[in-house]
């Protein structure tokens, strides 16, 4: 019983460790886009900031009947910026951003440099507070 308890123990602390990275390598990933040029498609696309954009494909599901409706109800509510973008016909960009999976969105400040990416489906409530710390700023 001892060491079955043990294993669990260790094996919930390899898992924090691996969230911790994670979180770690997000952070990193962010800071690290705010230094370089902001490229040309995203000025055309996005004439100024603070806004959010929303990385998806024409063959996401989950986009379609998940994060869209989600995004919809932000951008109803609080009157942000919201710019789609399709993740395959901007290539350039969703490489440049580090796109794997979609949904993703990102926020940008007044300057479009990215304040906070999430990969995978987004809830509201995570958005909206997204939000406040990014016209905070």
Same mark, same amino acid.
């Given at each position: 019983?001892?060491?079955?308890?043990?294993?669990?123990?260790?094996?919930?602390?390899?898992?924090?460790?691996?969230?911790?990275? !994670?979180?770690? #390598?997000? !952070?990193?990933?962010? @800071?690290?886009? &705010? +230094?370089?040029?902001?490229?040309?498609?995203? +000025?055309?696309?996005?004439?100024?900031?603070?806004?959010?954009?929303? #990385?998806?494909?024409?063959? $996401?599901?989950? $986009?379609?009947?998940?994060?869209? %409706? /989600?995004?919809?109800?932000?951008? &109803?509510? +609080?009157?942000? %910026?919201?710019?789609?973008?399709?993740?395959? =016909?901007? =290539?350039?960009?969703?490489? #440049?951003?580090?796109?794997? +999976?979609? %949904?993703?969105?990102? !926020?940008?400040?007044?300057?479009? @440099?990215?304040?906070? /990416?999430?990969?995978?489906?987004?809830?509201?409530?995570?958005? $909206? =507070?997204?939000?406040?710390?990014?016209?905070?700023?």
């Amino acid at each position: 019983m001892l060491v079955r308890l043990f294993i669990l123990l260790a094996l919930l602390l390899i898992g924090a460790g691996v969230v911790g990275l !994670w979180r770690l #390598f997000l !952070w990193r990933r962010v @800071r690290q886009l &705010a +230094t370089v040029p902001v490229p040309e498609e995203l +000025t055309q696309l996005v004439p100024t900031g603070p806004a959010l954009l929303y #990385f998806t494909t024409k063959s $996401c599901v989950q $986009c379609r009947f998940q994060q869209t %409706p /989600i995004v919809t109800q932000l951008a &109803a509510a +609080t009157q942000i %910026p919201v710019h789609t973008v399709d993740a395959v =016909e901007h =290539e350039t960009l969703a490489r #440049f951003y580090g796109i794997m +999976t979609v %949904p993703t969105t990102i !926020w940008l400040d007044k300057m479009r @440099r990215p304040a906070a /990416i999430n990969h995978g489906l987004t809830g509201l409530a995570l958005l $909206c =507070e997204q939000a406040q710390e990014v016209y905070a700023r």
